[in-house]
């Protein structure tokens, strides 16, 4: 039986953070994991460029990104470690899929039309300053997941919808061309929320600068939890935890016992004070000893660098056969 290949990667626009490690990072690594899975992940430099044009930030994002992984116990010996610039079929590979991609498609992308509502909200032209980079992104992210052929892909369920893309992508490639990709499938984490929430309440985002970084020093990462939102109930007061950004970041750390037993302290009515130091203590207890590794694979960028060219080329090992199907499915051949 062959194994199931699962990819998912992390756009390069700053630092780690726990929605990541939540949503994408930890399922991801536990899937490589499994002897049956062949993992493939990677460092999203090209996406960061739809929204960043800071290119330093954009360099050390990737360095950030790169020792997180490493740091959180992935095995690049055995899973597929690359950055995504360093494989150049799949930008090639983008513009063969855009070339059959349906506008439509794109037009109904979430973050294009949010963009354009928002636009229109502010009374600005609707393509007010959307790049085709943003437009078609989701085009972009078809060819990270069709160049390997995953199976599944790891994905909060905000971004379903873009594995929904790229089986559409890939079903109309196949229809004209042969069967040259499989059809990939979110995997989403049931016992996780659909969104890890911010300190504010709203979705955990670079973009709300709500984010709780992920290796904070144990004091500012006690900081940040203490500005966590919350109401003005008392101590003694019932609280909802189902409406509580605090009770929702412990059920993504927490086994279902300790859910359960923070679930009774709500209805007891736990001070938001105790309820966040416990959250601290928790977070903190996982992620101490990955937070040291860290720390010294910063110190040792060479060695990042290393690594992350072994994953190139073994990347390239699968990219490189499959372009060139590709390219002769289409037409684009040597002369005989």
């Not at 040792?300 to 290393?306: F, K, W």
Request: proline share 5%; hydrophobic share 40%.
């Amino acid at each position: 039986m062959s194994k199931q290949r699962v990819l998912t990667g992390i756009t390069t626009t700053g630092t780690p953070h726990l929605g990541n490690y939540v949503g994408a990072i930890r399922p991801a690594i536990q899937a490589s994991q499994s002897a049956n899975v062949q993992s493939f992940y990677f460092l999203a430099d090209f996406h960061a460029l739809i929204k960043c044009q800071d290119p330093d930030l954009v360099h050390q994002s990737t360095r950030e990104i790169a020792a997180t992984w490493m740091a959180l116990g992935l095995d690049t010996d055995n899973a597929i470690f690359y950055r995504q610039s360093d494989v150049p079929e799949i930008p090639e590979l983008c513009w063969v899929l855009t070339c059959n991609a349906a506008k439509g498609l794109m037009n109904r992308a979430h973050a294009y039309k949010a963009s354009v509502d928002a636009n229109l909200e502010a009374g600005e032209d609707t393509d007010y300053g959307i790049t085709m980079g943003l437009y078609s992104y989701p085009i972009l992210m078809a060819a990270d997941i069709l160049m390997f052929n995953a199976n599944k892909v790891p994905v909060g369920r905000d971004q379903i919808q873009h594995i929904e893309m790229a089986r559409d992508i890939a079903a109309r490639f196949n229809h004209h061309y042969g069967e040259h990709f499989v059809l990939p499938e979110a995997q989403v984490d049931d016992n996780v929320n659909a969104v890890l929430q911010g300190l504010d309440g709203r979705k955990m985002s670079k973009s709300y600068g709500n984010t709780i970084p992920l290796f904070l020093p144990e004091k500012q990462l006690k900081k940040s939890i203490n500005k966590i939102l919350t109401n003005l109930l008392e101590p003694g007061q019932a609280k909802d935890p189902d409406t509580s950004p605090v009770f929702q970041i412990w059920q993504a750390f927490a086994t279902p016992e300790q859910t359960a037993q923070l679930r009774q302290q709500f209805a007891e009515g736990i001070a938001w004070g105790e309820a966040k130091r416990q959250l601290f203590e928790l977070i903190n207890g996982q992620l101490a000893e990955a937070r040291d590794k860290y720390e010294s694979l910063l110190a040792n960028p060479v060695h990042i660098e290393e690594v992350l060219q072994k994953g190139a080329a073994k990347a390239r090992a699968y990219s490189q056969p499959l372009l060139e199907k590709v390219r002769e499915a289409v037409g684009i051949r040597k002369i005989k």
